[in-house]
């Protein structure tokens, strides 16, 4: 890489960690130059805008999110859907991986009240990069597959809510608790209807 490669490469790197130590409260450009060590102008000149690098620093979050997750997958080789539900979980309430989702989830409270804007496409890979990854890995189960197929909604959903809720609370045994009573109760054919299925006989 040339020169201003290789500063970008640093800059990104130390916005990253900013955004992940102190949240939405960096976003701002000038207080997070500051952070950084540099200045609003030279980070517009390596970015674009404010947007641009936020979009950026997001796709490292994402690109570290997908590698780790990977790696805890092939390492785990989950072959059940209670063996992937709950490898996600602990993986992901984790203390190393707790920040990350902590700025995932307040940058998307940010967008839906139109606080920051980012473009059609980073709102969706944002929304989108652990979800992929779940589903992924649902396809390659060995049995249950076809049942996070059927309630991949609330799967995700309760997934979404329960990892919300730890990371207000720190109450891991009743969200580990009512996550696991999910996946039994979905592995005994149980789970609720969607909305177009109906009632079940």
Do not use: C
């Not at 130590?21 to 540099?38: D, I, Q």
């Not at 997750?69 to 059940?80: D, E, F, Q, V, Y």
């Not at 139109?114 to 396809?139: K, M, P």
């Not at 009743?174 to 609720?192: K, M, P, Q, W, Y």
């Amino acid at each position: 890489m040339d020169a201003k490669s290789d500063r970008r490469a640093e800059l990104l790197e130390k916005v990253v960690e900013a955004l992940l130590e102190n949240g939405a409260v960096a976003m701002s450009l000038r207080p997070l130059a500051e952070r950084v060590g540099t200045s609003a102008r030279l980070l517009i000149y390596h970015f674009g805008s404010k947007e641009a690098l936020v979009g950026a620093a997001l796709a490292e979050v994402r690109l570290h999110i997908g590698a780790s997750l990977a790696g805890r997958a092939a390492a785990i080789k989950p072959n059940s859907l209670r063996a992937m539900v709950m490898m996600f979980w602990d993986w992901a309430i984790e203390t190393a991986n707790q920040r990350y989702f902590r700025l995932l989830f307040e940058v998307d409270g940010l967008a839906m009240y139109d606080q920051f804007r980012f473009s059609e496409t980073v709102r969706r890979a944002n929304s989108a990069v652990w979800v992929t990854l779940i589903e992924r890995a649902a396809g390659r189960l060995a049995e249950g597959g076809e049942l996070f197929s059927a309630n991949a909604a609330l799967i995700v959903a309760a997934l979404t809510g329960l990892l919300q809720e730890f990371l207000s609370t720190g109450d891991r045994q009743r969200t580990t608790a009512a996550l696991s009573a999910l996946v039994d109760l979905i592995s005994r054919g149980g789970a609720a209807p969607t909305p177009d299925q109906g009632p079940r006989p």
